[in-house]
Structure formats: structure tokens, C-alpha cells
């Protein structure tokens, strides 16, 4: 727990355009900034959530022997760098470093390699005499000398970088960046495929987490949305769900002020789907407890429709219709972002608009994430 009292609740209201929009309550700007006797203020500009390789994960289920891994990330909020390392899923130690980021050597307590134990994380000294400037791009190389065994990892981030000189959209071990400029919210998105950036082009920053962020400059915004994730069931290739990773991947970041969750399409259309809404409202609700209680403002959001999508049926839009009514209207959240009426057809609301859809049915294109950034909306975010 961080001692922070919850954030008063916010008020679904609309847009002059009329997409509904949310209220999210914004740091004090000392704490967004200032220092403390312990140093600066740390918090997430870059993150990522990690799931165990599967067998089809070749380079990650063997792991790497004097690997070397360079990833390419967009930031958030500027400043101080240091990085964040996590092998969630590892039964062994690994060795890393040498690392450097754009260039400059990072270290561990003055060290330029240290042990990351299993299960846990390793977190560099401050990088010496680099700041970066709000949404800069990062470059990390890190050297994995090995043999790591299997290594925890994001599986597409829709961006591209290497393992030994082949590229790959995967980042293996770096689980975040954290810097000190963060002027403005600070934000986990705990999120699926939609916030992951499926339907946006790779290397384009355009998934709808990027897109608030470039509104909020100064904000701080970690992306932990998972492909295929569900907020109630784990699944060996799409991960632990929404509740049993939500201590790790959300409340293990530093100065976090809001969580916003937005789990639950998956829910309903993997195998075995839910029928009712109760199941997923009580899963809500226990995510909402957790947030309050470790001091954060927790936001909701509304399940986008999915009608074209393979396994849509006029049932399961029934149920989450349902489910967002009570999200809506039932008070789990502090505040609610309704990405439904961002997202729908007001001709035929159970699917996406046409303008909006990438063309499954179920992932918004670039402009369908913009709708769904601009549905959060600043004046009350700032």
C-alpha cells in the first residue's frame, strides 16, 4: 500500500462531439514532480506485461547464451532514465548486462551486470547523464550471457527489435522504463488486445494508450494489455487473467495514481464464454477493492461491441450489453470510460463503426484507437 487516499469519484459525462467520457482524477502537481528525502519521484513512461513461452515461442522457451536483445520503445513522460528487468515466469536466475540505453552503459549499484533472481525483478541505477524528453524513443541493448533457460517475455508489442541481429516483435526480460518528468496523470492501462495495439500498424505508435499519452503531454501511461487476455480465466499462451496478475503488473509500479481496467470482451467470446454477467461484474468489483486499498483511483470501461468477429453471437452481445448497463450505472468503478459508445454504430450498435474497424469486427484501426483516446477526456485528466 502507498498510504494514498482513493481519488474522489468522477462523473460519466459527454463530449461536445457526444462520445461519452471519463473523469479521471490527476496527481497534485508536487507529487507528479517533486522529490522527496528518498530522491525523485519515479514512474513507469514505458511498461509491459509478461506472459510465460509457450513451445511455439522457440526463442523464448530455449532462452539465449551470450544473447544480446536491443529493443526500441516509445516513452511517455520524460526525464531521468533507469529500467526495469522481470522474469515473472523464470525458475532460474539470469545474468544481465552489459546494458546500455541510447547508447550510455547502464548499471546496477554501480555494477554493469547483476543476478535478476526468478519470479523476480531488477531494477538499474538511474542512467548517467541521459534524459530523454516526453515521448522520446528509447534504445535499449541488453546481453544476456547465459545459458538463461526460458525467459519470460511480451509477446508482440506491434513494434519491431532484435535477438541477435534477427528481428522480432517480442521484448524479452525489460519490463519497463521509468523516468522522473511525469507532469500529469500517471496511468496503468490493464488491458487486452485492444490496448496491446492489435489493428494498428507496427512501429506507428498508434495504439490508443500512445494516443492519450500524446494528449496528456507530461503524463505518465503504462501499456499492460495482453493479446488474448481475460479478466477471470489464465490461459497457457494469453496469460494469467486480469485478477491474478493485477498485484505484479499493475500495483508493482512505481507512482501509480490510476488504474483503468478494460478486460472482459475475451471473456465472453473465448471458449468457454460467459452466459451472464454476474461473473465478470464480481470480477470488476474485487479489481475495484484491490485498487482502493493500495490508494488508487480505479476507471472502468465499457465492452466494445464485436459483431463480425468469428465467434459473435446476437446472445453474447445480449450479455455484454448487460455488463456495461451495470458498469455503467452500478457504481464499481470511481469513473467510466464508455468505449462502447466511442467504438459502436449508432445504425447497429452490436458492431463497430465502419470507419473505426480495422476489419475483424472486433479491433479498432488507428482512428478507432484515437476515439477510444479521446474518450478519456484531459480537462479532467490535467
Known amino acids: 500500500m502507498n498510504g494514498r487516499r482513493p481519488a474522489r469519484r468522477g462523473v460519466l459525462y459527454a463530449t461536445a462531439a457526444g462520445v461519452a467520457a471519463v473523469a479521471v482524477g490527476a496527481p497534485n502537481a508536487r507529487a507528479a514532480q ?21 513451445a511455439s515461442d522457440r526463442v523464448a522457451a530455449a532462452g539465449l547464451t551470450d544473447g544480446v536483445c536491443t529493443s526500441f520503445l516509445r516513452l511517455s513522460a520524460g526525464g531521468r532514465v533507469r529500467l526495469r528487468y522481470a522474469n515473472a515466469f523464470g525458475t532460474a536466475p539470469v545474468l544481465v548486462g552489459p546494458v546500455t540505453a541510447d547508447g550510455r552503459p547502464v548499471t546496477f549499484a554501480g555494477r554493469d551486470q547483476e543476478w535478476l533472481a ?65 507532469r500529469g496523470p500517471v496511468l496503468a492501462v490493464l488491458g487486452d488486445s485492444i490496448a496491446e495495439g492489435v489493428g494498428t ?30 479478466l477471470l480465466r489464465d490461459d497457457p499462451r494469453f496469460g494469467p487473467s486480469g485478477q491474478a496478475r493485477f498485484d505484479r503488473d499493475v500495483l508493482g509500479l512505481p507512482g501509480l495514481r490510476t488504474v ?12 468457454p464464454g460467459q452466459s451472464e454477467p454476474a461473473p465478470v461484474l464480481a470480477g470488476y468489483r474485487q479489481l475495484a477493492l484491490r485498487a482502493r486499498g493500495a490508494g488508487l483511483r480505479v476507471v472502468g470501461a465499457t465492452i466494445t461491441p464485436f459483431e463480425g468477429w468469428t465467434r459473435w453471437s446476437p446472445e453474447l452481445d445480449s450479455v455484454r450489453r448487460r455488463i456495461n448497463r451495470a458498469v455503467l450505472t452500478g ?13 459502436r454504430d449508432p445504425g447497429r450498435p452490436s458492431r463497430v463503426l465502419p470507419a473505426y474497424d480495422s476489419g475483424d469486427g472486433l479491433h479498432p484501426g488507428p482512428s478507432g484507437h484515437k476515439a477510444l483516446a479521446d474518450a478519456v477526456d484531459r480537462r479532467r485528466l490535467l
Open 34 to 54: 517533486g522529490t522527496g528525502s528518498a530522491g525523485p519521484l519515479w514512474t513507469a513512461s514505458w511498461a509491459t506485461a509478461q506472459t510465460a513461452p509457450t
Open 118 to 182: 526468478a519470479g523476480a525483478t531488477l531494477t538499474s541505477d538511474a542512467v548517467e547523464g541521459l534524459r530523454v524528453a516526453d515521448g522520446a524513443r528509447l534504445s535499449v541493448r541488453t546481453r544476456l550471457p547465459g545459458p538463461t533457460g526460458p525467459l519470460s517475455f511480451h509477446r508482440n508489442t506491434h513494434a519491431w527489435h532484435t535477438v541477435d541481429g534477427v528481428r522480432t516483435r517480442s521484448v524479452l526480460l525489460l519490463s519497463g522504463v521509468e523516468t522522473t518528468g511525469a
Open 201 to 230: 500498424p507496427d512501429d506507428a505508435d498508434m495504439r490508443w494508450p500512445d494516443q492519450l499519452a500524446r494528449r496528456l503531454g507530461g503524463s505518465a501511461v503504462a501499456n499492460l494489455g495482453i493479446s488474448g487476455n481475460r
Open 260 to 271: 483503468l481496467v478494460h478486460l472482459g470482451v475475451n471473456d465472453l467470446q473465448h471458449p
Open 331 to 343: 457504481g464499481i468503478f470511481d469513473a467510466v470510460a464508455d468505449f462502447d459508445a466511442a467504438l
